[in-house]
């Protein structure tokens, strides 16, 4: 399945976009793609890409998007994970926890319309988050074309996605369901050291680093202080379940010394994040 609609917007956010149009029926199966239409469909999204981010700074929410479609997977049952079943107007765009992924989903629309038939919906939320991490100064992340969208009857239940109140036994029943190592656990959440929580969506407030725009270590060294200090710099946060990583001994290794390398935590986020990018490919 090619590029389709998405659900129609309904809150705003810093990066602002035009309402999506409302999500239809998906087409019947069509020919799939050669390599070189493809090839040639990567190119032009990650060009069209750049172009908006540039233009809208909405790095940080287009890889939240990529990372909660595909953070519904189960490695047990094989089911969830990258199948952009967000764009269905019922279900998993209605989460909690997908609170104002509407943005994302409307500002890649257009995208998406120029490369339908030849890049599936998921493909082009898991390249855009790919694309943004490197356009924040993070590393390049391994992508592949191969992401199938799922119908509504795909989707999963609400409750697959880590709690911002969760504990580290929380955080590892949450990856664990979806194969993930302790390392790969600290590595992803290494994510926010861009973006910010807003109080509409999360009902907490506040960025976790001093550039929400800047991809780089300076989460867990962030993560760090507020666990000696006992508190955040004002107009920041840090969640309960981010501390949670420095209260768990394993986990907070790992934190110090991603903290102390940057070269480290990017070689470890790249692999992890391709990888969590990937569940559900290839399941049927």
Not at 172 to 182: L, Q
Not at 189 to 214: F, I, L, N
Not at 264 to 282: H, I, V, Y
């Amino acid at each position: 399945m090619g590029c389709g609609a998405v659900s129609k917007p309904a809150g705003s956010d810093a990066a602002k976009s035009s309402p999506a149009p409302e999500a239809k029926p998906d087409a019947a199966e069509t020919k799939p793609p050669t390599a070189e239409e493809a090839k040639a469909a990567e190119e032009q999204a990650r060009k069209l890409l750049k172009e908006l981010l540039d233009e809208k700074k909405c790095g940080p929410i287009l890889i939240r998007l990529s990372w909660h479609d595909a953070g519904t997977w189960n490695a047990t049952d094989r089911t969830g994970g990258a199948h952009a079943c967000m764009r269905h107007q019922t279900g998993e765009c209605k989460f909690s926890a997908n609170n104002g992924l509407e943005i994302a989903r409307g500002l890649l629309q257009p995208i998406c319309d120029q490369v339908q038939g030849r890049m599936s919906v998921a493909d082009l939320w898991s390249l855009a988050a790919v694309v943004a991490v490197e356009a924040m100064g993070g590393p390049v992340v391994p992508w592949r074309p191969g992401r199938r969208d799922a119908g509504p009857e795909e989707q999963v239940a609400e409750g697959r996605h880590p709690a911002a109140e969760g504990d580290a036994g929380h955080l590892r029943e949450i990856f664990g369901r979806m194969g993930c190592t302790d390392k790969e656990i600290v590595a992803l959440s290494g994510a926010h050291s861009v973006g910010r929580c807003r109080k509409e969506r999360s009902g907490y407030e506040g960025a976790w680093t001093d550039d929400p725009q800047k991809f780089d270590n300076s989460y867990f060294k962030k993560l760090m202080e507020v666990h000696e200090s006992g508190k955040p710099a004002e107009g920041q946060l840090m969640l309960p379940s981010d501390l949670a990583l420095m209260n768990d001994p394993v986990f907070a290794d790992q934190v110090r010394a991603y903290a102390e390398s940057q070269e480290t935590f990017f070689t470890d986020f790249a692999a992890a994040f391709s990888k969590l990018q990937e569940f559900g490919m290839g399941q049927e």
